[in-house]
């Protein structure tokens, strides 16, 4: 990437500023990308009479087309630029609104703008899925079996995790509270823990609920191992073997297998790339059919990295509120916004306690610590007995050392840092999917979390992608196993877990080799 000292040399101060030569063209170069451009005069220039803003967009658009700007380029921060252009600040906000409003530039958050790459400005979202929202058996425990397998190689560069790199996570620190609370707890750091849990650490959980709209107390709260365990509880609560719960197409394939290892069915409700599930099909398939319960991801679902409009929210919980059907809430991504106030669960606008609230650390902090937690609402008990049954307490080290870091407000800071560093990762990633797979091929545009949902074009099989990476040390995630039944054979979901390094970027423009060679 240019460095912005370099990038400043590019741009010309106030005394060589001078209009782009007149033409009957108003505004910056077209949507479909900053290739497009091709310097002062284009017909895509600006006419002399045009307001400074748009003559400074073009010319930034004109030096892209030079080579002077590269896609993945940082642009110079508001003020830099006000300063060597002599314009007013507002003047150079203004050409960055009009170049983010035409996919020329991209904001990532506390790190400035960017120069994007022309295709992947204009690269289309996924489609949305059919769904027949008819009751399956699950049937993908094998697909997902041979992913694993292949995580486990140590060799393999992995593209298709759902768990964040190591070096994004604050490891020294969780290890220095880990070892002090081991010191200070004496046998306390030995025993078990029963349900609900380590009173520390739900008092932290009941606190950051409060913060997004959830008003609980600790003792409403119970901890598990991780966000998975949670779930299962949750299910096992309010449905049985051979009952139909509702999932999102795409699904997680982990909450795929968790309802076929119960023995019971899905019933797939189509989502949109932006907004989640469809309201109105799982309206149809309430009425259709006898539904026990909705698992779904409401704040940036897996694998499409969806949000929900929060009137969606509300329209969703009243809508199966009417029904007494119970929503089982996953919003293990909900703290990882790229910009903005962390979204609201929905069980932010629950009045009747039907909305079991499911989450954990191992997406934010440290995923082998195993620290997840439920708001069960109104089956608490059930849950709690449960959780006993099941595992008799979460392990309590673990437990003491989130407590201690998040007490001692590290959360907050190692948050704010971790935002910023996906959103890099996943423009990053967009961009050399876009620049590098085969024309036509879709990418989804998540607010949120670091996954991407990949379409390929017609024709182009994702599981011989899956095999042909792996054959190569690359590891992504094909998209059958993100359905009951094998469906999205197209679709491949990569990850954007990991710091951007030439060896990521490589194994990118190897895939997108391989994919156009399908």
């Known amino acids: 990437m240019a460095q912005m000292t370099s990038l400043s040399t590019a741009l010309p101060g106030r005394a060589a500023r001078r209009a782009p030569t007149p033409t009957a063209a108003s505004g910056v170069s077209a949507a479909s990308g900053v290739s497009a451009a091709s310097g002062a005069g284009a017909a895509s220039g600006v006419s002399a009479a045009a307001p400074l803003y748009q003559q400074l967009a073009h010319e930034l658009v004109s030096l892209s087309g030079q080579g002077a700007l590269r896609p993945g380029d940082r642009l110079p921060s508001v003020r830099t630029l006000s300063e060597q252009r002599g314009v007013s600040v507002s003047t150079v906000l203004q050409a960055y609104l009009l170049l983010e409003s035409r996919g020329v530039i991209e904001k990532r958050p506390q790190s400035g703008h960017y120069l994007r790459a022309a295709r992947a400005a204009s690269a289309p979202e996924p489609r ?304 050399a999917v876009a620049e590098h797979f085969p024309r036509g091929t879709r990418i989804s545009r998540p607010r949120g979390g670091f996954l991407l949902w990949v379409e390929l074009p017609a024709g182009k099989n994702a599981v011989e992608l899956f095999e042909r990476g792996l054959s190569h040390g690359v590891c992504i995630a094909p998209g059958p196993i993100f359905a009951a039944k094998p469906r999205f054979a197209t679709c491949v979901r990569i990850s954007c877990s990991m710091p951007w390094t030439e060896r990521v970027a490589s194994g990118l423009q190897l895939l997108g080799k391989l994919a156009n060679e399908l």
């Open 128 to 431: 949305t899925a059919r769904g027949s929202a008819q009751p399956r058996r699950v049937t993908v425990s094998d697909l997902v079996s041979r992913l694993y397998g292949a995580a486990r190689d140590p060799s393999l560069l992995l593209l298709g995790g759902g768990h964040l790199d190591p070096s994004l996570l604050p490891v020294e620190r969780l290890s220095r509270s880990l070892a002090s609370v081991a010191r200070s707890a004496g046998g306390a750091g030995v025993a078990y823990d029963p349900p609900p849990g380590l009173l520390a650490l739900r008092r932290q959980v009941a606190r950051r609920a409060a913060e997004c709209g959830v008003a609980v107390s600790a003792d409403e709260v119970i901890t598990t191992f991780g966000t998975m365990e949670a779930l299962h509880l949750c299910l096992r609560a309010v449905a049985r073997a051979g009952d139909a719960v509702v999932v999102e197409s795409p699904a997680y394939y982990g909450l795929l297998q968790l309802i076929e290892s119960l023995g019971m069915r899905a019933i797939e409700v189509p989502a949109h790339a932006q907004t989640g599930i469809d309201l109105p099909l799982l309206t149809a398939a309430l009425r259709q059919h006898d539904v026990k319960a909705c698992l779904l991801v409401p704040n940036f679902s897996n694998p499409i990295g969806a949000l929900m409009p929060d009137e969606a929210k509300r329209e969703l919980v009243q809508l199966l509120a009417r029904r007494e059907i119970p929503l089982i809430e996953d919003d293990v991504y909900g703290d990882l916004r790229h910009e903005g106030a962390r979204p609201r669960p929905a069980r932010a606008f629950d009045k009747k306690g039907l909305v079991m609230l499911c989450s954990s650390f191992s997406k934010t902090l440290a995923p082998g610590y195993r620290v997840g937690y439920v708001l069960p609402g109104r089956f608490r008990e059930t849950v709690e007995r449960l959780k006993f049954a099941q595992s008799i307490a979460t392990a309590t080290l673990p437990q003491m050392a989130i407590a201690d870091f998040l007490d001692n407000g590290g959360y907050e800071r190692h948050l704010l840092r971790l935002r910023r560093a996906l959103a890099d990762q996943v423009a990053r990633v967009s961009d």
